[in-house]
């Protein structure tokens, strides 16, 4: 059996805790992610300590590299390690809408150049304006800020250009009004329904 995709008619999408998740395999996550790829109307994805592997981060980072979409992604509390974190930090170099990217906590180790690769894309991305990851050398940590500072800038001066409508639009996630997110089933028998509606979430720690 196959994953269905995510919800078309969602803006939110919450995987942390949801058991049909957790009993699905491997592929059928990744399958899961892939569909991201042409889905337009879901703005924030919550994966906090969902089972998120190398392979499902670097399905993300695919993701990421064409989706229009997606302004919050939390993957905190996962096992991304370098292979994912380098797949992650190649599609920031296209991705325009992202503002929000959560990795921190994660269970398996990033290599040094993983770290440095992500600096790297955060200085050529302009739009990432919040990125929680735990970095241990310290020259991609100070590049790190270095950019998020400049991006919060260019934001604040994007949204003051703007005007007050300008920045309601600028912030709100693709899509139009808020809809109640749905959470897809992963069994077997309830593949054919969606699981019950979910109030909107958003894992992980600042």
């Known amino acids: 059996t196959g994953a269905p995709p995510p919800p078309a008619d969602a803006e939110s999408y919450v995987l942390t805790g949801n058991v049909h998740w957790s009993r699905a395999t491997e592929a059928e996550r990744a399958a899961v992610i892939a569909a991201f790829a042409t889905n337009r109307s ?28 997606i302004t919050a992604l ?13 797949a ?5 170099r296209h991705n325009t809408t992202l503002r929000e990217l959560k ?16 600096a790297d894309a955060l200085e050529v991305n302009h739009r990432v304006t919040r990125l929680t990851v735990d970095l ?3 020259h991609a940590r100070d590049r790190k800020d270095k950019y998020l500072s400049r991006n919060k800038q260019e934001e604040r001066e994007r949204l003051k250009a703007a005007g ?7 912030v709100a996630p693709p899509g139009g009004r808020a809809q ?7 069994g077997h028998a309830a593949l054919s329904k969606p699981a019950k509606p979910v ?8």
């Open 180 to 186: 109640t997110a749905q959470q897809p089933a992963l």
């Open 74 to 86: 939390n993957l905190e509390s996962n096992s991304v390690g370098s292979a994912g974190m380098e």
């Open 103 to 118: 990795l921190s906590n994660q269970f398996s180790p990033c290599s040094t150049a993983a770290e440095e690769a992500l």
């Open 136 to 138: 241990r050398t310290p």
């Open 164 to 170: 007050a409508g300008g920045a309601s639009a600028a």
């Open 88 to 92: 992650i930090a190649g599609a920031l």
């Open 42 to 69: 879901i703005g924030i994805v919550g994966m906090a300590n969902a089972l998120v592997v190398e392979k499902v981060a670097v399905e993300w980072g695919r993701v990421l590299c064409t989706n229009g979409a």
């Open 199 to 206: 109030r909107r979430q958003r894992g992980g720690n600042d």
